[in-house]
């Protein structure tokens, strides 16, 4: 018999709307990594345990899969559509005017769905790479973040909302001086940011400035994603459950140090959402925000490890011109053009 974790028994976190999504869930992207065929799987194995947010996305490859998935729980009665909090995102290279809408079509049908919880704008300009590309491909028709090009885009987003298509919409992968620019433009909010979020990459400033305007970070790489795809790793990088005093703090609760991460994400008030193929792990991952809360003191010296080591740095999305993978993410305060 499979263990079940009550979905009651998961923290929730409420949205500007007052109402509220659950405070973990699981990732759908394979990282190049796993087939879709052991995403879907996992996705079934998840939803069987207790699971209900899930993290889709177009250029996962794999939305059709996993739609078999939620249309076998339904059918079987494992869970009802409401139960689950569902979101995808549109690619790069559906940012065109009438491609968002196609975009969501496309997910909607191969999810077996009738309306999308949460519909992301998953990166904030159009600069397309292929999938499973390496770290140094560069599309030469690749250009900086531009203001009215991305609000095109928000609007087509907008606009699926007032068609009952989506419930609710985001960005992902911003930075605040982007925020600044674009949330005054915005007819609908964007109700959640995802953004890349561990231990030692907590981006505090950005963090912050969602909390401050009512929007909900949701983390990625929760526990420094030590399967993402090769192109994304560096010498510098810093695996974040190898650092000392995160080590220590596992020890203390006896428990691996990916644990920890999970705890301190959902403590700290983002919704992180893990990837695992392995039911040991997934099943651990929603486990554990539902028990043995670290310390006050645990979580301050987690505060301390923040090392500003972003690992999924974007190169592949660089335009002609740009110094450096840093022009991605505004690091001076301003949008780098």
Sequence with gaps: MTAFIDPKSVPQRKLYTGEYMPGIGMGTFGSDRFTPEQVSAAVAGAIEVGYRLFDCAAVYGNEDLIGE?????????TVKREELFITTKVWNDKHGKGDVLLSCAKSLKDLHLDCIDLFFVHWPFPNYHAPG???????????????????????????????????????????????????????????????????????????????????????????????????????????????????????????????????????RGQIPIPFSIHENEYLSNLKCTTEDPLTEEEMAVLKSIDKNNRLIKGQVFLWEGAKGWEDLWDLGGTITK
């Design 69 to 77: 998935v939620f249309q076998a729980a339904f059918d079987k009665g």
């Design 133 to 267: 590309c390496d770290g140094d491909s560069r599309n030469p028709d690749s250009k900086p973040f531009n203001v009215d090009e991305f609000m095109k885009t928000w609007r087509q987003c907008e606009k699926l909302v007032d068609m009952g298509l989506v419930r609710y919409i985001g960005m992902s992968n911003m930075t605040i001086p982007k925020l600044e620019a674009v949330l005054p433009l915005c007819r609908i909010k964007p109700v959640a940011i995802e953004m890349e979020l561990h231990p030692c990459f907590q981006q505090p400033e950005l963090f912050d400035y969602c909390v401050a305007h009512e929007i909900q970070p949701i983390g990625f790489c929760p526990i420094g994603s030590p399967t993402r795809p090769d192109r994304d790793k560096t010498a510098d990088d810093i695996a974040d459950i190898q650092v000392p005093e995160l080590v220590e703090i596992a020890k203390a609760h006896n428990v691996h140090p990916a644990v920890v991460c999970l705890k301190w994400a959902v403590q």
